[in-house]
């Protein structure tokens, strides 16, 4: 059963840097596209960035160009783990923030959240002024 955990949520003043964090499990990690998404309040949800997990950290990269730039994704494979560096963060960044995965590669499509197969649970990111 696939497992994704998100962590690192808070709350930062604008400016500011986040780290979140996506440990996965009940899956092989490795061959799966996995990424972020967010959901601010009364907006649809949308793609931050995808990364293709492979067995070195040379894997396809897509981000929002609302993110380039800003944000970085990176992976841990030594933990199963997806991060999210969010640096320059803007008061239009505040949204709760999902991990998801897919089996296969990432493509553009990929930042489309119907693309994805298996979701988290959130973790709320809030900037201020």
């Known amino acids: 059963q696939v497992q994704l955990v998100e962590s690192g949520g808070g709350s930062v003043q604008a400016g500011g840097s986040l780290r979140l964090s996506c440990e996965a499990s009940g899956y092989t990690y490795r061959g799966y596209c996995m990424g972020w998404f967010r959901q601010a309040p009364g907006k649809e949800r949308e793609g931050v960035a995808v990364r293709y997990i492979s067995s070195d950290v040379m894997g396809v990269i897509y981000y929002a160009d609302s993110v380039k730039g800003r944000f970085t994704i990176s992976q841990d494979n030594s933990k199963n783990t997806l991060h999210l560096q969010m640096n320059s963060l803007k008061l239009e960044d505040t949204a709760m923030y999902y991990c998801?995965?897919?089996?296969?590669?990432?493509?553009?499509?990929?930042?489309?959240?119907?693309?994805?197969?298996?979701w988290g649970k959130g973790t709320l990111v809030t900037i201020s002024s």
């Open positions: 998801a995965a897919v089996r296969g590669n990432c493509y553009s499509g990929s930042l489309n959240p119907t693309a994805m197969a298996y």
